[in-house]
């Protein structure tokens, strides 16, 4: 069973930077598109940033120039760096990715996986 998990948010003060980390493990062969995700009380789940498997990226225009997504295909692993935060990125971070790979001897490929996320609190 393919799990990801996330790590590295926590309590910064605005100006202030934090690396977030998502590592996909289980039976995987190769990781399509991955991305972070964040959502807040009472909103929608939006898209923060996109990598997909040849490197390309996307970001919401709220994180550009701030924000860098990242991946080791080796590791199965995304990162976000995140820079210059401000109150309204407190949210809590997901992590998500279509994922190849094999389940009780079936393969699939892009299925959808999710982290079940890390808490990023930006003060002011």
């Known amino acids: 069973q393919v799990q990801l998990v996330e790590s590295g948010g926590g309590l910064v003060q605005a100006g202030g930077s934090l690396r977030l980390s998502c590592v996909a493990s289980?039976?995987?062969?190769?990781?399509?598109?991955m991305e972070w995700h964040r959502q807040t009380p009472g909103n929608q789940r939006e898209l923060v940033a996109r990598?997909?498997?040849?490197?390309?990226?996307n970001y919401a225009d709220s994180v550009k120039g701030r924000f860098t997504i990242s991946r080791e295909n080796a590791k199965n692993t995304v990162y976000l760096q995140m820079n210059s935060l401000k109150p309204e990125d407190t949210a809590v971070y997901y992590c998500a990715s279509k994922i190849n790979g094999s389940k009780g001897g079936v393969h699939y490929y892009g299925n959808d996986y999710w982290g079940k996320g890390t808490l990023v609190t930006v003060s002011s």
């Open positions: 990598i997909t498997s040849g490197g390309n990226t």
């Open positions: 289980g039976t995987i062969f190769s990781i399509n598109t």
